[in-house]
C-alpha cells in the first residue's frame, strides 16, 4: 500500500478507486478540492510488534497501536465468531515522502486470527480503503463533491460515515463510499472523504443514503433495520457507541428513528408526488426553474399551500426538486414525472397515488379477514371497474406502459427471428407489440384484450408508429373463439400474476389449444425468489397484487413450472429483464414426430 501511494499521483488513485464509469471531471474535482490522506490495509500477522518493526524497516514512523473496535466487531460480524475470539489493533504510519503527508493505516490481530478471517480477508480484503482529506473552502465544495460522487455512473454509494471531536481543532467528517467491482489492485473500491469541522446537515443526508441503499441492497427488514442504526464507519457492525476505525463518534441523533419516520411516511411521499403528477408541476419546470408564485399561477393553485408542497418535494428524502434563490427546478429524478420526458412514470403516479391507494387503505382487513381489499373499496372485480370508468382505465392502461423498459428489452432478450406471427394475450395499450414490431417490422401481430382497451391500443399503436400494423381483438383470454389460432409465437405479459391459479390454468389451457405444437410462449413476469430473505420487487408488486387483483399473486419459477406443466407446456429457460423482471420461454410439452430426438418440438426449434 505505501508502495502504491507513494508512486502515485492523486489522480492516478482515484481513478483506480472510483468505477470504471468515472467520469474525468470528477477526479478533476477531487484533484481540486483533496489531498490524498492515507490508504489502510489488513494485515494478517498475529503479533503487532512484526508489523510495526516491518513498518520501521520500510521507513515509516509508525504510532502505537490502538484498540479499533470497529473493525473488530465487523469481522467477528462478517466470520461470525464469539464476541472474545477476536482483538484488532490499528497501527498509523507516515510514508516518508518529501511532497507529502500522506500516511497508511494498518489494522492487525492482537492474537493469530481463526483460519476463517485469514482466508476471507486474504481474499476479499474488505478492509482495504482509500482516504482522502478534504481541503476545499466552506460547505459547498464539501456538498459538490458528494453530489458529485452519489450521481457519479457506476454506482458509487454512501457507505457511512460520523463525526470524530477529538480529530483536530475543529474535528472532523468522514463519510465512506463504495462501488461494486474491485481495482486494477484486486481491492475492492471503497473511498474515505476526511473534512476538518463539522458538516451535519451533509453528514445526515450521507448517513440517509447509507441506510437507504443499504436496506435496497439487501433488501431484509432486518438489514434495513441493521442499516437503520447508528454507523460511524463503512462497516456492518451495529454497537452504537463504538468508534470507528479514525475514533468518530456517532452525531447525537436517532438515525434508526429517522429511518423509521421515513418508512411511516411513505404515504405522504407517494400522495405529494402523485399531487405533482396531477397538478403537472414537472411539465411547468421543464423549460426551467420558477419560483412558487410563478408555478401556483401556473397551475392555479393556492401559492403558500404550493410552496409547502414543494418545499416537501425538495426534502432529501424525495428529491424530485431542488430549490436555489427561492426558484424551484426538477432533479433528473422529477423530470420523470412530467408527461413528454423520456421514462415518464407520470400516469403511475397517478395510479399509485389515487386508484390503488385507496384500496391500500383496506391492506389490514384483507391480511385479517381473507378479502380483497380492490372489491372491497370499489364494490367491483378491477377490469370490470376499469371498463366502467373509462378515466381510470386509461390511466392503468398507459401506466402499465409507463416504467416498463424490460418491455422494450424483449425483443433482444428471445430471438424472434423464426417467427412469422406472435399474439400477444392481454397485451393492453400495446406497448409491448410496438417494441417487437420495431425490430421485426415484417411479423404478422395480434393483441388479444378487453373490448374496452382496444381503442387504447389502436391510439398508442397509431402512435408509435404502427398504425394498421397489429391485429386488434378485442375478447377474452378465457375464450377459444378469441384466441388467434395457429401463431408462432404468444405472449402473456403480467397477465398471470393477476389471477389464481384456477384462473390461470383457464388461460393457459385456451392458450395451448389455440397454439401449435412448434410454438412458443413467453411469459413475462417477476418471479418471487426462494429464499424470502432475498430482495426482489416482486415481494413488493405481491402485496400489490393482494391488494388491487382478485386473486392476484407473484408466483416461484417453481409454480409457474408447475402452472406450465398443467397445461401442457414445457419450461425451456428464463431470462433476465430490468426491474427484477424475468421472461420465461415455453414450448408445448409434445414430441415432435419428424424428429428422432425425444425433445419436443418447439425445444428443437429455439435451439436452432
Ligand atoms: C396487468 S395488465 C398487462 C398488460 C400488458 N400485457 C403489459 O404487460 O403491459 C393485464 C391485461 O390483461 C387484460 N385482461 C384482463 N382480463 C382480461 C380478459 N378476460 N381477457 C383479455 N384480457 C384481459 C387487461 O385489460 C390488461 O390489459
Redesign the pocket.
Known sequence: MADYLSSRHIAQVLRDVLPAAAPSGLVAAFCELCELDHGAVLALSSTPAAITEFLRGQGMAPAEPIPSVVVQNRLIKRYRLPPDQLRMSIVHARIPRPSSVCGIEVFLADSPPPLPVIEGERHDRHETHIAVRFTGAGREGLERLWRLLATCPGGLKADGGGYNPAHGEAGCTVMYFRAPGRTPQNWPRRLEIIAAGRHDAILRHHQTCTQAWDAEDTGSPEAAAAAASPRTDHGDHDDENDENDDGETEDADDPQGRHLLRLLTGAWTTQALKTMAALSIADHLQAGPLTHTDLARRTGTDPDRLYRLLRFLAHPWIQVLTVTDGRFQLTDLGRRLARTSTGSMRNLAILYGDLFYRSFGALQEAVSEGSDPFEVVYGQR??DY?ASHPRQ?EI??QA??EG?IF?AQIPKAVDLSHARSIA??????G??IAHVLDAHPDLHAAI???P??IGAARAHLAQRGHAGGCHLIP?????DA?VPAGMDVY?????L???DNDQCRK?LDAVRRAAPDDSTLLI?ERLLPDDPGRASLASLWDLNMMVN?TGGRERTQEQYRQLLQDAGYLLLETRQLALDMSIMIACPAVADPSSTSSLPAGFMKYLR
Open positions: 378491477p377490469f376499469l382505465g392503468f392502461h402499465m406502459a416498463s418491455l400477444d394475450i392481454g397485451g393492453g395499450n406497448e409491448l388479444l384484450d378487453r374496452e382497451v375478447g377474452s383470454f378465457t375464450s378469441d405472449v402473456l405479459a403480467r397477465v400474476h393477476d389471477s388461460i413475462v387483483n
